[in-house]
């Protein structure tokens, strides 16, 4: 269990055992007992980066690490069924995370003002169970679209105010992702994500060498030439240097609006990047589904209907693997992926089975469902479509 932090919903609410000034849910409390102050108002820190960095990992660490404040979360919605990533949440936290951003067909930026002030103001309802609020954005996401939310926002305005922007910046691929051209000039998200950032955290660093990471850094530091950079591994960074830092009061003399001005407007993220989820119960065979995998990132050799070869970014899973009593969790960053232990155990009476969320280009779920079945199942129907696998 994680110490301070608040799950927001339903009836259940954790508190920090280990600070004294807070009030117990126990002790029944006055409706303006419960609520802060006027003028008390909630710091909200926006993690962003691109797919895969370690934003969840910082927030997982952050939650983990610090004791003496209650923080909200709210997750962005991973494709169109959350429930992979609510469960991995669970899994790596031991927490239930409740509120969520909703992402219509993945573009945070179209939906973001709405569904995120909702997410907010659902929180908000629960003013006083929690001084912190952490977002993570999807990896796609403008942070810009997220930010001017509380910049725009009058009524929001008065009960939160925006702390930081956090990016992670993956080491091994960031160079790649930053440096990516897009159709018609536009600015990929990568470096939008770098140039709105109040922090960055060169996250992963053990996978590149000191050269590598040098060329890095000044890539960074020519896009983003006010913010911080750190590197990390893990994400594990000193909490002063994400939590409580103020970036955008009148007093640090940067401006919401000036850092908003980095940004041009863009309407919609790569249309060619989709996420696709599935699941299908049973049990997965390690073998196979190591080779249904590698396939995938490796080989890159599984064709959708139009013969191209689809190409994953991010693949994300809870599976049921043979004989093993724990669920396991499946994480792919580009070519590397790997499979973990929980330690959560799949209940007697339900049902084993395996989710998968795949974000990438020319992806097709019919296909990629199927040959999960047919690949990775430990009993299956022969398939009878034609072969998927590129030649
Ligand atoms: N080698 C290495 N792996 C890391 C490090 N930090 C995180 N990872 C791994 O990278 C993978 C992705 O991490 P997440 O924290 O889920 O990344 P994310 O940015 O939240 O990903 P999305 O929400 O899918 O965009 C996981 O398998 C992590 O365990 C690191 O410093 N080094
Ligand atoms: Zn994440």
Same mark, same amino acid.
């Given at each position: 269990?994680?110490?301070?932090?608040?799950?927001?919903? !339903?009836?259940?609410?954790?508190?920090? !055992?280990?600070?004294?000034?807070?009030?117990?849910?126990?002790?029944?409390?006055?409706?303006? !007992?419960?609520?802060?102050?006027?003028?008390?108002?909630?710091?909200?820190?926006?993690?962003?980066?691109? &797919?895969?960095?370690?934003?969840?990992?910082?927030?997982?660490?952050?939650?983990?690490?610090?004791?003496?404040?209650?923080?909200?979360?709210?997750?962005? !919605?991973?494709?169109?069924?959350?429930?992979?990533?609510? /469960?991995?949440?669970? %899994?790596?936290?031991?927490?239930?995370?409740?509120?969520?951003?909703? *992402?219509?067909?993945?573009?945070?930026?179209?939906?973001?003002?709405?569904?995120? #002030?909702?997410?907010?103001?659902?929180?908000?309802?629960?003013?006083?169970?929690?001084?912190?609020? $952490? #977002?993570?954005?999807?990896?796609?996401?403008?942070?810009?679209?997220?930010?001017?939310?509380?910049?725009?926002?009058?009524?929001?305005?008065?009960?939160?105010?925006?702390?930081?922007?956090?990016?992670?910046?993956? /080491?091994?691929?960031?160079?790649?992702?930053?440096?990516?051209?897009?159709?018609?000039?536009?600015?990929?998200?990568? %470096?939008?994500?770098?140039?709105?950032?109040?922090?960055?955290?060169?996250?992963?660093?053990?996978?590149? /060498?000191?050269?590598? *990471?040098?060329?890095?850094?000044?890539?960074?530091?020519? =896009?983003?030439? $006010?913010?911080?950079?750190?590197?990390?591994?893990?994400?594990?960074?000193?909490?002063?240097?994400?939590?409580? &830092?103020?970036?955008?009061?009148?007093?640090?003399?940067?401006?919401?609006?000036?850092?908003?001005?980095?940004?041009?407007?863009?309407?919609?993220?790569?249309?060619?990047? *989709?996420?696709v989820?599935?699941?299908?119960?049973?049990?997965?065979?390690?073998? %196979? #589904?190591?080779?249904f995998?590698?396939n995938l990132?490796?080989e890159k050799n599984v064709r959708n209907k139009e013969e191209r070869c689809m190409e994953v970014?991010?693949?994300?899973?809870?599976?049921?693997?043979?004989?093993?009593?724990?669920?396991? =969790?499946?994480?792919?960053?580009?070519?590397?992926?790997? #499979?973990?232990?929980?330690?959560? %155990?799949?209940?007697?009476? /339900?049902?084993?089975?395996?989710?998968?969320?795949l974000?990438g280009r020319n992806l097709d779920k019919d296909i990629l469902r199927q040959l999960?079945?047919?690949t990775?199942?430990?009993?299956?129907?022969?398939w009878?479509s034609a072969d998927p696998i590129c030649p």
């Open positions: 269990m994680l110490p301070g932090n608040v799950t927001v919903g !339903e009836e259940e609410e954790e508190y920090a !055992e280990d600070c004294p000034e807070l009030v117990p849910i126990e002790a029944k409390t006055t409706e303006a !007992e419960e609520k802060p102050g006027l003028g008390v108002k909630i710091p909200v820190t926006i993690i962003t980066g691109y &797919l895969g960095a370690g934003k969840t990992t910082l927030l997982n660490y952050i939650l983990t690490e610090q004791h003496c404040k209650r923080i909200a979360v709210i997750l962005n !919605e991973f494709g169109e069924g959350s429930a992979v990533e609510k /469960s991995l949440a669970v %899994s790596q936290g031991g927490e239930l995370y409740e509120e969520w951003l909703e *992402l219509g067909n993945g573009c945070l930026c179209c939906s973001v003002k709405d569904s995120g #002030l909702r997410a907010i103001e659902n929180l908000m309802q629960k003013k006083g169970k929690f001084d912190y609020i $952490l #977002l993570e954005t999807t990896g796609l996401a403008d942070p810009g679209a997220v930010a001017s939310m509380f910049w725009v926002d009058a009524d929001l305005g008065s009960e939160i105010y925006l702390d930081g922007i956090i990016t992670v910046v993956d /080491s091994k691929y960031g160079l790649k992702h930053l440096t990516e051209e897009k159709p018609d000039g536009l600015i990929n998200e990568a %470096s939008r994500q770098v140039a709105l950032a109040d922090m960055i955290l060169i996250n992963k660093t053990d996978l590149i /060498s000191e050269e590598e *990471l040098n060329k890095l850094r000044t890539t960074i530091r020519s =896009i983003n030439g $006010l913010g911080n950079i750190l590197e990390t591994q893990r994400s594990r960074v000193d909490l002063s240097n994400v939590l409580d &830092l103020h970036a955008f009061d009148g007093l640090s003399g940067i401006s919401l609006q000036k850092k908003l001005q980095h940004v041009s407007a863009v309407p919609h993220l790569d249309q060619s990047i *989709l996420t989820t599935f699941e299908v119960p049973g049990n997965a065979k390690e073998e %196979s #589904l190591n080779v995998i590698q990132l490796w970014i991010r693949l994300k899973g809870l599976v049921s693997l043979k004989d093993k009593p724990q669920q396991v =969790i499946l994480q792919g960053v580009h070519e590397l992926y790997d #499979l973990e232990e929980t330690p959560l %155990s799949w209940k007697e009476n /339900s049902e084993r089975t395996n989710r998968l969320v974000i999960f079945i047919t990775v199942l430990e009993t299956e129907e022969p009878t």
